[in-house]
Each structure stands twice: as structure tokens, then as C-alpha cells.
């Protein structure tokens, strides 16, 4: 439990206190900048986005006081609010930046939110805090198409670098939760652990599942992320708070080290490079106060993107490093023709099914209470401040209660799924555009895929419930992949967001077998005992049809989960960063966030993007060492 004790002395204020929001002197103790003229002209590296990825990779590199760094960031550091801090309460909205798909012809042709956020530390700050990893197939797929090292056992040190595990509380005893320390970390700088309290109704949800064959699971984060189990959150133990990549990886060396640099509120436009040897020298950057002054800073040793996935692209079309085609139409100069760039977007598919209860048998509280009940929502707040126990230890509108099953579990007819997406015509899936490369790295992918959709141990599937009356059904390896694209060469607009969703037949199959497997939960034998009944499709909607009519009406794209549009792939293969993250055909240029991943894992993403940061800080120390 070392490292959260480095927290400063104002955080620990701040958590003994019912509410406290920190004034700008905070902000002025760290290095950290709101205008460019406080900067040098050169640093060693500059990180493009101090999310969850760039603030673990500046973190690692300043470790060395010779190194300089500058992190720039679109949105604030966060104030350390409450609505930051305490997982139970709605996080800012303000730190949300958010943008609107195409139209989906998969789902009636409705356009989809796109979510991301714009704040120091990332999605870390202001998403639901289930803190999973994949099962080892899921790691070993990256390996098998071409990427040495990027395995479940080359990734595991790393997951374990970050990870600061507490075991559970005592009075978790009756929940599956294993406290072996084994897969885990335990001396990183991410808490990982278990929220103080649960709703009573939970032990039905184990209970559910054993009796229609599906088994609990202590362990999920072994290399076997498969059945029911009780997930940890990235909340710090002892305090019972949400533990952000600010938390984690920028507050405790905030003021600390004179060669880390972090400017907020600033936009990157584009990397600049020296066109004779293509090797990235900069980034221009604009300021979002109105102010349309370009500005620019170098980079001695690299350019690193670290934007995320909806992003990262943005900025290399802009820079000239994409398809020649999109960048030429649109009068970018071309530095390097890289198709990939863009492509191969992927998020997982999810609806939300209702369920209701005889509430007169159903154990209190609910937490549908948080909606109808101030006064309990009240107390439950004054409980966290005088405790740190309570519901408000749980995340808002979220959990830890899952069943991540596999397509075997899923289905009786698992072969015959696998069997059709055998026979697909992969180029029909494709988004529009799409360069040959593509497809030879869709076709690799796939080949890739299938044999986990034919394993006991690997997901495809995930259904989180907290105990209230919503159902989430996720889709977690969608093979549908989709685009984001520039159309336009100013900066300031926003790409063109296609999720592509269930543009690839066998998804749509898969959702089906996800909904008919939900009923199958819902009218287990345990919920009698509190009356669950489904109310939302509802169960007037029977037959594959009217079960598939209703999946494209409630389904969004999003998990808030994208990834892959920078893809770690070979070239050959559509790839825009090989196995050592450097992006293809052009110098002191890497990309080290979400985009990166070929193939989206069968888990909530934030972990695993913290694995890649910190074995990418490796990689890039590993090249200033050669020289």
C-alpha cells in the first residue's frame, strides 16, 4: 500500500472532508501550464494527450532527470471534486467530449454517440471503474498476427507494473472473489480493489447463473476471463476513492520533477516533420480559448501520440500520414501512404434490456432508490464521508457483477455461428474504401478470432447488473470493424465517425444468442424468489426475427470502449505502428494508446491500455538507450 501514501497532503485533506473543491493553488504547485509562453522550445520527447496512456509513458520516462518531456493536453487537470473522487456520484460532464456517429444502416440507420473524454488522466477520470483484463487468448491473437512479445505472458509483468491489488474486505467472504496475489500487482501505482459494500440482491445473481450452468469464476484475471465473477475497481483501498491515470501516474510527482511539463487546455493540429528524411521534429498546437495563434514546440528524440483511439488518427491524417487518397483530395501533403490509418475501428455493441421485480419480496435498498429517494441519497454520502462504506463506494450506474460467457456458453449453436462467419465475404463487411491491405489484415484477423469463439475460455459475451431494473448486453469481440476519416483539412473539425456495427453478418447472430440467453438468466429459478420478470424488449418479442428487429432498435455501438485505429499490425496487413509501436515508413514518430490494438479484447479496456503504456515507456527507453 505504498504508493497511494504518496498522495499529497491536500488529497488527504480533501478526502476526510464532506465536500472540498481545491482552488488554483493546487494547480500553480505542479508543472503544469495553461499558456505556451512558460514552455521551452525543445523537449526530448512531447506526448500528444496526457490521458490514461501519455501520463503513464511521461510518468516512466521522467523517472530519468535528463529526460525532458512535455505532455499536451486538450482538456483541465480536474479539480479533485467530489463528483471526481467518490465512485457513487455522476462524474462531470464538463470533462466529457463528445461527438455523433454516421448513420448506422446495422441500427435503422441512427446515428450513435461517441464518447470520450477531455481531461488530464482520460477516460480514467470519468468512467465506470471496472478495472478487468482479457483472457490470455485474447493478448496471444496480437501475438499470432505478427506482433513477438505481445502476448498474455509478455503482457502480464506489465498489467502487474501498474496494478496496486487489495484483497477483499472480510465481509465479502460470500462473494466468489479469490484473494490469491499471484496474476496481480501489488506495489503499482493504480489501485485495484473492492468497493465496501453490495447490494443484498447480488447473491441471487451467482446463484442465477450456477443454476443454468454457468459457473462462478474467483479468479477472472489469470488468463481465464470466462463466467460469473466479481470484478475489481480502479479505486484506491484505503479511502475507498477512484484512483484516475492523475491519480495514479501525474499527482504524485506533481512539483517534483522540473523535466516534466504538462500544458492543458491546448489542441495539437498536426506533427511537423522534416520532409527530406521523414522524421518527426514537433507538433503545432492551438490554444481553446478562441485564440487562433499557431504555435510549435520540438521533439529531440520522438513525437508520441497518445490521443486515443477517436483521435490519434485525426492527428496523423492531418500530419499527412494516412491514405493517399483521403489526404491527397483533401490538399494534405503526403509524408507517408499509410492505408491502415483510420481503419479498423472497433467498440463493442451493447442494449440495455429491463427487467422488473415483486418489490415487496425484494431485499432492500435498491439502487434504483438513487432516482427516487434524496433523502437516502443523502445519507448514503454522509456514510461514505464518516466511513467509506456504503452504496456510494459502488460506481454510479455501474458495478462489479458480470458473466462474461463464451460463445460456447452462449449457445447450443456455436459451430454453426462460427461455420457462417467461415463463408463471409469479408469485402463486403469492409467500410468503404478500404485498400487491399485491409482486407488482408481483416482476413488475418478474423483467422485469428474464430478460434476463441470456439474456446470454453475466452468471452464473447458480457452481461453486467448491478441489482436495478437495466440489463446491459455487450457484444465484447464484435467482428464488424469501422473508420474514423478526416473531411476536412482544418483541425478544428471534427472526422467522420463509422462504427460499421454489425456490418459483419455473424454479429447480429451473436447479439440474438445474447438476448436469448439474458431470458434464460432472467426466468432462472432463484429470481422467483424476488419476482423478476423481463419488461424490456419484452416478452411478447419471440422468434429470431422479431428478437433481431428489436437488438437494431435498443443496441448503441459504444461501450465507450474504442480502440484499433492505429493498428499494431504488419504492413502487409493494413498496420500503422510495428510491434515496437514506431509508426510505418517515418523516423521518431509512435503511437502508445487504445488505437493501437489490432483486436479489441474480451474486457473493459482500461487495464490493458495501462499494460500497453507502460511496456511502450519500456520500448521507447529501450531506443534512447541505442542511440
Not at 521522467?62 to 483541465?76: A, K, N, Q
Not at 462524474?91 to 488530464?120: C, E, F, I, M, W
Not at 425484494?362 to 454520502?381: E, H, I, K, R
Not at 469485402?427 to 482476413?443: E, H, I, R
Amino acid at each position: 500500500m505504498a504508493f497511494p501514501i504518496q498522495l499529497s497532503t491536500a488529497l488527504v485533506f480533501l478526502l476526510l472532508q464532506p465536500v472540498f473543491i481545491f482552488s488554483q493553488p493546487l494547480v500553480n504547485r505542479a508543472t503544469v501550464f495553461d499558456s505556451a509562453s512558460h514552455l521551452r522550445q525543445k523537449y526530448d520527447y512531447v506526448i500528444v494527450g496526457g490521458g490514461t496512456a501519455g501520463l503513464t509513458v511521461a510518468n516512466r520516462l521522467t523517472e530519468d532527470d535528463s529526460v525532458s518531456v512535455l505532455v499536451i493536453e486538450y482538456g483541465p487537470l480536474d479539480s479533485l471534486q467530489p463528483e471526481v473522487l467518490v465512485p457513487g456520484l455522476p462524474t462531470p460532464k464538463a470533462y466529457q467530449r463528445n461527438y455523433v456517429s454516421v448513420p448506422q444502416p446495422g441500427l435503422l440507420n441512427k446515428s450513435q454517440p461517441v464518447y470520450s473524454a477531455a481531461v488530464v488522466g482520460g477516460g480514467t477520470v470519468i468512467n465506470g471503474l471496472f478495472f478487468n483484463r482479457g483472457s490470455a487468448a485474447d493478448y496471444d491473437g496480437w501475438e499470432t498476427l505478427g506482433n513477438p512479445s505481445w502476448g498474455f505472458k509478455s503482457l502480464l509483468p506489465y498489467f502487474q507494473k501498474s496494478e496496486n491489488f487489495t484483497p477483499p474486505p472480510p465481509k465479502l467472504a460470500e462473494y466468489p472473489i479469490s484473494s490469491d496475489l499471484e496474476p496481480h500487482g501489488t506495489t503499482g501505482p493504480v489501485g485495484s480493489s473492492f468497493p465496501q459494500y453490495q447490494y443484498p440482491i447480488l447473491k441471487l445473481f451467482y446463484k442465477a447463473w450456477n443454476s443454468i450452468g454457468v459457473p462462478s469464476n474467483p479468479q477472472p484475471n489469470g488468463g481465464r476471463a470466462v463466467d460469473a465473477f466479481y470484478s475489481t475497481l480502479s479505486i484506491t483501498a484505503w479511502n475507498q476513492s477512484r484512483c484516475s491515470a492523475a491519480t495514479a501516474y501525474y499527482r504524485p510527482i506533481e512539483g517534483k520533477r522540473p523535466n516534466y511539463h504538462l500544458l492543458t487546455l491546448h489542441s495539437v493540429t498536426k506533427v511537423v516533420f522534416d520532409k527530406k528524411n521523414k522524421r518527426a521534429t514537433g507538433v503545432q498546437f492551438l490554444p481553446r480559448n478562441g485564440t487562433q495563434s499557431l504555435q510549435s514546440v520540438r521533439a529531440k528524440q520522438e513525437v508520441i501520440i497518445a490521443a486515443g483511439a477517436p483521435r490519434s488518427p485525426q492527428i496523423l491524417q492531418l500530419s499527412g500520414i494516412g491514405p493517399r487518397k483521403l489526404l491527397s483530395g483533401l490538399g494534405i501533403d503526403v509524408v507517408e501512404d499509410l492505408p491502415g490509418v483510420g481503419y479498423n475501428f472497433q467498440d463493442q455493441p451493447s442494449m440495455f434490456a429491463g427487467v422488473t421485480y415483486d418489490y415487496s419480496k425484494y431485499p432492500a435498498p435498491s439502487p434504483g432508490l438513487y432516482f427516487s429517494n434524496q433523502t437516502w441519497v443523502d445519507l448514503q454520502l454522509k456514510i461514505y464521508y464518516e466511513n467509506r462504506t456504503g452504496p456510494d463506494t459502488q460506481a454510479y450506474l455501474s458495478g462489479t457483477t458480470v458473466a462474461f460467457l463464451s460463445l460456447r456458453r452462449l449457445t447450443n449453436e456455436y459451430q454453426k455461428i462460427i461455420a457462417s462467419a467461415e463463408k463471409t465475404d469479408l469485402a463486403k463487411a469492409l467500410p468503404a474504401g478500404a485498400d487491399k491491405t485491409l482486407l488482408k489484415g481483416y482476413s488475418a484477423q478474423q483467422a485469428a478470432i474464430l478460434p476463441d469463439y470456439n474456446s470454453p475460455d475466452t468471452a464473447v459475451h458480457e452481461l453486467a447488473f448491478q441489482g436495478g431494473e437495466v440489463v446491459a448486453l455487450v457484444l465484447l469481440k464484435p467482428l464488424s470493424r469501422g473508420s474514423i476519416l478526416i473531411n476536412s483539412s482544418d483541425p478544428l473539425a471534427d472526422p467522420v465517425f463509422d462504427y460499421g456495427t454489425f456490418q459483419h453478418p455473424v454479429d447480429i447472430q451473436v447479439a440474438i444468442a445474447m438476448y436469448k440467453k439474458f431470458r434464460e438468466f432472467v426466468t432462472a429459478e432463484p429470481w422467483k424468489a424476488v419476482g423478476m420478470k423481463e419488461t424490456t424488449p419484452g416478452p411478447s418479442v419471440e422468434g429470431d426475427a422479431a428478437i433481431e428487429a428489436a437488438i437494431r432498435n435498443i443496441t448503441q455501438s459504444t461501450w465507450s470502449h474504442p480502440v484499433g485505429t492505429c493498428s499494431m499490425l504488419p504492413r502487409k496487413y493494413g498496420g500503422v505502428v510495428d510491434s515496437k509501436l514506431r509508426v510505418y515508413g517515418v523516423k521518431n514518430l509512435s503511437v502508445i494508446d487504445a488505437s493501437v490494438m489490432p483486436t479489441i479484447p474480451a474486457s473493459h479496456t482500461s487495464s490493458t491500455v495501462y499494460a500497453v503504456a507502460e511496456k511502450a515507456a519500456d520500448l521507447i527507453k529501450a531506443r534512447r538507450r541505442k542511440g
